[in-house]
C-alpha cells in the first residue's frame, strides 16, 4: 500500500474485531452496523464460506463467515460472535466475526504494507498492519475479501 506524505498525516477511525487470536480492523465509514447472531437462511449452490442469508430490516443481506473466507478452522458460534454489516460496492454483506472489541482512531503513519501472509490470511485480503503500542491490528481490504466478480455474483442471486 503505498502511501502519499499527506496520507500519513491522517488517522482512520476502524472497528475492531476478533478472529481467532488475532485482531482485524475494517474502516468505520464502510461498516453499517454490527448485529448478534440470527438465523441464517441456507441458500444452494453457493461458495462455502457465504453461509446463506438474513434479513436485515427487511433487506435480505448475504453472510460471509469471515473463518471460512480465510481458511481458518470454524468453531461454534457464541454468545460474542457478531454480524459485522459492511457496504461493499453497492451491497450490503454481514461477516461473520468471533467478537466486535473496540472502535479506534489508527494513525496512517503507523500501518504498514502487510507481509505475505498474517495469521493464515493471504495479503491480497489485506490492506495493512498497524502497529500500536502493545497490538498488531491487521486492517481488512474489504474490496478484496470479496472480489468484484464475487460481489456481482451474490447480488445476481436471486435471494
Known amino acids: 500500500m503505498e502511501q502519499k506524505a499527506q496520507d500519513l498525516d491522517r488517522e482512520v477511525k476502524v472497528i475492531v474485531f476478533q478472529l481467532a487470536t488475532e485482531e482485524y480492523g475494517v474502516e468505520v465509514s464502510q461498516v453499517l452496523s454490527i448485529e448478534r447472531v440470527q438465523k441464517i437462511t441456507r441458500v444452494p449452490r453457493t461458495p462455502a464460506f457465504v453461509k446463506g442469508v438474513i434479513n436485515l430490516?427487511?433487506?435480505?443481506?448475504?453472510?460471509?463467515?469471515?473463518?471460512?473466507?480465510?481458511?481458518?478452522?470454524?468453531?461454534?458460534?457464541?454468545d460474542d460472535t457478531r454480524i459485522v454489516v459492511v457496504a461493499v460496492g453497492e451491497m450490503e454483506v454481514g461477516l461473520v466475526v468471533d467478537a466486535a472489541n473496540d472502535v479506534i482512531d489508527v494513525p496512517m503513519s503507523r500501518v504498514d504494507p502487510p507481509p505475505a501472509v498474517v495469521g493464515g490470511?493471504?495479503?491480497?485480503?489485506?490492506?495493512?498492519?498497524?502497529?500500536?503500542?502493545?497490538?498488531?491490528?491487521?486492517?481488512?481490504?474489504?474490496?478484496?475479501?470479496?472480489?468484484v466478480q464475487e460481489v456481482a455474483e451474490l447480488g445476481a442471486m436471486s435471494w
Open 57 to 78: 430490516r427487511g433487506v435480505v443481506t448475504p453472510i460471509i463467515d469471515l473463518r471460512a473466507r480465510f481458511g481458518l478452522p470454524e468453531v461454534e458460534y457464541t
Open 121 to 147: 490470511v493471504k495479503a491480497d485480503y489485506l490492506r495493512g498492519v498497524a502497529k500500536l503500542d502493545d497490538r498488531l491490528l491487521v486492517l481488512l481490504n474489504l474490496d478484496r475479501v470479496l472480489s
